[in-house]
């Protein structure tokens, strides 16, 4: 936790011996993720970029406190913003016509948004119980009802499926009583 400080203080301070640190320990993984995930070398150095860019800036605009390692925090940012990419990718149509080209800041605040609701969300998972999180975390990794019985003893796959809707229906609630919400939904 403490190292997570001093890497956002050096990011902020544009400290090039943490800097490099950073890169030396949390590059090597986002390359992997983005090779294996339809992507080369560039690809990932831009996506590292940026992911430091945007940490930059949220934390210039507002210090905050990451309650994981930071490597596993940059890593998610990297992920989202390569997924981001490849959904951008795959919805391109060739027009004959002008469009509205986005700029780099309005990726940056789309980004640091999207950054922003995933950690109001994972702060908001932390809040139901034990059991419910052990199901929607499985969950949100589509892993099969039948496998989610198996491994947590249920009984079988109809049981989970009931415990899924209520654990999102127990989430939905604490989300939408946090004054936060309405703030983080996308415009």
């Known amino acids: 936790m403490k190292n997570n400080s001093i890497y956002l203080k050096a990011l ?15 590059f090597p993984n986002v390359k992997r993720f983005i090779i294996k995930n339809n992507g080369d070398h560039m690809d990932a150095q831009d996506v590292f970029q940026n992911a430091l860019m945007q940490l930059t800036a949220r934390y210039q605009k507002k210090p905050f406190e990451i309650k994981s390692s930071f490597e596993a925090y940059l890593f998610v940012v990297c992920k989202n913003l390569w997924r981001r990419e490849l959904n951008k990718s ?7 016509g002008t469009i509205e ?16 609701q995933w950690d109001f969300f994972q702060e908001k998972l932390e809040l139901i119980s034990d059991n419910c999180k052990k ?5 949100f990794k589509k892993i099969a009802y039948k496998d989610i019985a198996l491994e947590l003893n249920y009984n079988d796959e109809n049981v989970v499926r009931q415990r ?7 989430l939905t609630e604490i989300i939408k009583e946090d004054i936060r919400f309405n703030e983080l939904k996308e415009l």
Do not use: H
């Open 12 to 26: 902020l301070n544009g400290n090039p011996k943490q800097i490099l640190q950073i890169y030396e320990i949390c």
């Open 90 to 96: 795959k919805n391109k149509v060739t027009i004959d």
């Open 101 to 116: 080209l986005r700029t780099e800041e309005r990726e940056i605040a789309l980004s640091s948004l999207e950054q922003e």
């Open 135 to 139: 199901i929607l975390k499985r969950f």
């Open 164 to 170: 899924v809707f209520k654990c999102k229906k127990k």
